[in-house]
């Protein structure tokens, strides 16, 4: 079967720098996203990486190991509009995607 | 520019009643799909469309229907709507299907079933 993991809730202070797990085990390997998500808001595009290594967008970063069927997401200099889930998803072969349940990320001051 | 709308932002349904979520986007993307999304769960695929004209089932299509008769509109019918529908559900388009593409979603319908 296919399954993305995550961790489902981490909290970070202020300032500091937090790193977001996930684990895939998916029918093929088309890439793989993360989405940022307020709550009661739509998910929105992070990053994207298709190839190993990381990706670096400002405050945000995400890395790819696709041998390990495992990717971060880093977040620097966090502040308090960072708190929200946070959600993998891999486009599987059949080029739809597959979403993990999303990590709660809590913000402390 | 919207880019993608969806109606009604929420709705309570009798159960047993037929229900249609509307969608629709002004980016001119192929590709549109709807998912629901569920406490602690990820987001699931319900139906999906390739192109205008075509459309594909997802990872949970029963109870579901969908069409897309022109690029803009891609519409989700509950035929006979169960408690177990009650959900959050999301439309998102994209550009193209190869699932490289990012998919932009709309701002959700929140049904509940009773």
């Known amino acids: 079967g296919q399954n993305i993991d995550q961790p489902t809730e981490m909290t970070a202070t202020e300032g500091a720098i937090v790193q977001i797990n996930c684990t895939y085990q998916?029918?093929?390997?088309?890439?793989l996203f993360w989405y940022q998500q307020h709550a009661g808001e739509a998910p929105t595009f992070l990053s994207y990486?298709?190839l190993d290594g990381l990706e670096e967008k400002g405050r945000f970063s995400s890395f790819l190991s696709r041998s390990k069927g495992y990717s971060y997401l880093l977040l620097k200099e966090l502040q308090m509009k960072d708190s929200a889930s946070y959600l993998c998803?891999?486009?599987?072969?059949?080029?739809?995607?597959?979403w993990g349940a999303g990590t709660k990320l809590i913000i402390k001051p | 520019i919207a880019g993608i709308t969806q109606a009604p932002t929420s709705q309570i349904l009798a159960a047993g009643r037929r229900m249609t979520l509307r969608c629709t986007q002004d980016?001119?993307?192929?590709?549109m799909y709807w998912y629901r999304q569920d406490l602690g769960l990820g987001l699931r695929l319900i139906h999906y469309?390739?192109?205008?004209?075509?459309?594909g089932k997802g990872e949970v299509p029963d109870g579901y229907s969908v069409s897309r008769a022109n690029t803009d509109d891609f519409p989700l019918t509950l035929a006979s709507a169960v408690p177990s529908q009650t959900s959050v559900y999301f439309c998102?388009?994209?550009?193209?299907?190869?699932?490289?593409?990012?998919?932009?979603f709309g701002p959700g319908t929140r049904l509940l079933v009773l």
């Open positions: 998102a388009s994209s550009e193209g299907a190869s699932g490289q593409e990012t998919q932009y």
């Open positions: 980016m001119r993307h192929n590709a």
């Open positions: 469309s390739n192109t205008a004209g075509t459309t």
């Open positions: 998916t029918s093929g390997f088309n890439g």
């Open positions: 990486n298709v």
């Open positions: 998803a891999v486009t599987d072969s059949n080029y739809q995607l597959i």
